[in-house]
């Protein structure tokens, strides 16, 4: 396993702005589920990892993610996500009956689309509830990196 730990060190190094690898906690990370809450929240949390519950993102989720230290030092002030709706409040593109648009897609494909003049974009860490967002550079090798990185430890990242 030392080798996969250095492995997605090096990704998470080269996705993340100014991440500090000597920073991360000490031994293995653990397998699965538990990577995230155990190894990668203390970590990262604030930084570039933030969690955010999708029934609220409207209205607290694209604060907190602005909030990020790496969105911070990108020079994004604020997130915009009330454009994503109509004037009763449903999602653009659904209707009354169709509240069944994926949140993720919906918000994060939005969100990437203003991260990406200040070279950064959005990926989905797992599924869960609340979900993690993970703060990485626009850079499509060195996301696919991270991508195959994580896999190891049972924990996927979805980019939209």
Known sequence: MPENRS???RALADAI???????????????????????LVPWLAGNCLVAVDWREFSTHGAGAVAG??????????????????????IPLGGDDDD???EPA???LAHLNRELAPHGMQLLEL????????LAVR????AIRAL????????LQARQY
């Open 17 to 39: 702005p100014a991440i500090d690898p000597a920073a991360a906690p000490a031994g293995d990370p653990p397998a699965g589920a538990a990577l995230l809450p155990a190894w």
């Open 99 to 101: 509240f069944d648009m």
């Open 138 to 141: 626009n850079d499509p090798a």
């Open 7 to 9: 492995r997605l060190l």
């Open 126 to 133: 797992g599924r869960g509830d609340p979900a993690w967002l």
């Open 147 to 154: 991508g195959a990185a994580l896999q190891p430890w049972g």
């Open 68 to 89: 990020l230290a790496v969105l911070r030092a990108a020079r994004v002030s604020s997130l915009e996500v009330d454009g994503l709706y109509d004037e009763d409040g």
């Open 105 to 107: 897609a919906l918000y």
